[in-house]
């Protein structure tokens, strides 16, 4: 008898085991595709739609920000039936709330805010509507709080993370500003407060926040405590994978030194949002150090 339940119990752990590897082998394939469809269909709407500010705005958030977002709740319920119809309506309802956001503000314009003259424009002030872009992680949170904790939504001691990601922020930015001060890049001039609302809530609210969920909550996590990679070496990975999408967009042609910081500084934000992680468990101080970083980038 104790023959017959060894070899049941070790049968068991078997299928155990291949079934944890054959699902930490589909995630790294989906971890791979989404980034590299990402960056692939961002430089495809770059190069392709060039007549309406709108639409290229909307196609790219779709191919990225909005499907990291849905990514990352499909993953935090992967062994759940219910997975599939929450992030379908989870990228349903981001973007909608994108499209309505991109068609107020920026209908009619052929080029950015900054470059159309329209930064003290009121009509800005729709951006105020991505207020509502979080709902759907905040009731992950409420819902599924176990499974909101494992791709980094933890608000355990928020006051000292927040702390944490601002002063992060500040020294990376205080190098930013100095470096570009320094060098002529940038002036420190200051911007209608239309365009600077509009920036801070798609900072905090939208791509600070996906680019978290995915690269450090679902990426970096996945490769430290999946396939138990170093710290290092998870935090490049996963900020090369987040580096894609800014390389695409970079211009090469037309400003490679200027690409070339954009791709300094985003790296040095993902090498730190994923020590953060790794610190906190929590995207918290990340996020909050990525969208003050991002909102600094307006002084230029």
């Known amino acids: 008898m104790a023959s017959t339940l060894n070899i049941r119990v070790r049968d068991d752990w078997a299928i155990i085991e291949q079934r944890s590897t054959q699902d930490a082998r589909r995630s790294l394939i989906l971890l791979l595709s989404v980034a590299i469809f990402s960056a692939l269909a961002t430089a495809a709407v770059d190069h392709f739609v060039l007549s309406s500010e709108a639409i290229r705005s909307f196609l790219v958030e779709a191919a990225s920000l909005c499907l990291y977002g849905a990514v990352a709740v499909w993953y935090a319920l992967r062994r759940r039936r219910e997975r599939w119809r929450i992030a379908g309506l989870t990228y349903v309802f981001l973007l909608a709330v994108m499209a309505l956001v991109d068609y107020l503000s920026k209908r009619g314009l052929r080029d950015t805010f900054v470059n159309s003259g329209q930064v003290a424009n009121p009509i800005l002030y729709t951006g105020l509507l991505m207020g509502f872009y979080p709902l759907p992680f905040l009731w992950l949170i409420r819902r599924y709080p176990t499974e909101a904790r494992s791709i980094g939504l933890y608000m355990a ?4 993370w927040i702390a944490v990601g601002l002063l992060s922020a500040a020294v990376l930015s205080g190098h930013f500003l100095f470096t570009g001060l320094m060098s002529r890049a940038i002036t420190l001039r200051p911007q209608p407060l239309p365009y600077l609302v509009w920036t801070a809530l798609f900072e905090f609210a939208v791509q600070s926040l996906s680019e978290e969920l995915f690269f450090r909550g679902l990426v970096f996590d996945y490769l430290v405590n999946t396939r138990r990679q170093s710290l290092w070496l998870a935090a490049v990975i996963s900020s090369g994978f987040n580096l894609l999408i800014y390389i695409v967009k970079g211009g090469w042609v037309e400003n490679p030194i200027l690409t070339l910081g954009v791709v300094f500084y985003a790296f ?14 929590s995207i918290l101080p990340g996020w909050i150090s990525n969208a003050t970083f991002g909102l600094f980038t307006v002084f230029r």
């Not at 001691?157 to 000292?160: D, E, K, M, V």
């Not at 040095?268 to 468990?281: D, E, R, T, V």
């Open 157 to 160: 001691r928020p006051g000292l």
């Open 268 to 281: 040095m934000m993902s090498m730190l949002s994923a020590i953060l992680y790794q610190a906190s468990g």
